[in-house]
């Protein structure tokens, strides 16, 4: 699905160096299976209070720059989720760090659904979702506000001729790495050996240092439907960890 060209920039824009996408295609699936009674009262109860204001090109078409109190209502350290499937991670993390305001984005509504069911049931205040492409949150968010970033089981996009639409290329890495402040912490979790060798090679270029990588999880990890599938299936998950340079 391609997104029509955003107007020309503003010359108030007081972020100048955010990317100005012209053509930006999407890849991947944003609707699955029918949406259950419950999670369609989800989507329609809860997305609107916890959906940040401004994202979207259609309700900001000239991409200006949004204020990142507005997330929270204060100035609390903001981490950043990139496509959280079910939205496992995400609810245990908020739960487990609440003076930190942890802001999601996935495409794929049925996952945003089932987000917001767990949302519910663990009674956390301190999550904003997107329900959309993170490259739109990235375009809008000021320079140097993301403390942390996780990149949890991604599509894999397994043929050769697909790599391109991985997260890990310069498209997606470039707004995150001017997104994330100096020294903030990059962590990308994959069972699939050749996109983390494509990690390891393009994170780096991007603007950040290799801190570990290895088959050890980290000490605050939290197990996601993807992980379980992957070692049902005989797949062996590696954990890397960049930094922000």
């Known amino acids: 699905m391609s997104e029509t060209p955003p107007n020309a920039p503003n010359p108030n824009d007081p972020n100048p ?31 609107g209070d916890l959906c940040p204001a401004g994202i979207s090109r259609e309700e900001n078409p000239e991409r200006n720059v949004i204020d990142p109190v507005a997330l929270f209502g204060d100035a609390r350290p903001l981490w950043l989720e990139v496509g959280f499937g079910g939205g496992e991670h995400m609810v245990a993390m908020a739960a487990r760090y609440p003076e930190v305001g942890i802001v999601g984005c996935e495409p794929y509504i049925n996952g945003v659904a089932m987000l917001l069911g767990k949302i519910r049931a663990a009674g956390v205040g301190n999550l904003a979702v997107y329900p959309g492409d993170a490259r739109d949150l990235l375009d809008v968010l000021p320079a140097g506000v993301i403390a942390k970033a996780f990149l949890n089981y991604p599509d894999p996009w397994p043929k050769r001729r697909h790599h391109r639409r991985r997260f890990v290329t ?4 470039g707004p995150l790495a001017r997104a994330l402040a100096p020294g903030a912490e990059f962590r990308v979790a994959t069972d699939i050996a050749d996109y983390m060798r494509q990690a390891l090679e393009e994170v780096p270029q991007a603007g950040f240092g290799l801190v570990s990588v290895g088959a050890a999880p980290w000490d605050d990890w939290v197990r996601t439907r993807y992980e379980a599938k992957a070692l049902r299936e ?12």
Do not use: I, V
């Open 234 to 245: 005989g797949r062996a998950p590696q954990y890397a960890t960049f930094r922000r340079l």
């Open 17 to 47: 160096d955010a990317p100005r996408s012209a053509w930006r295609n999407f890849y991947g699936r944003r609707f699955g299976h029918t949406l259950r009674r419950a999670q369609k009262g989800y989507l329609a109860d809860d997305l």
């Open 170 to 173: 310069a498209d997606h890495l």
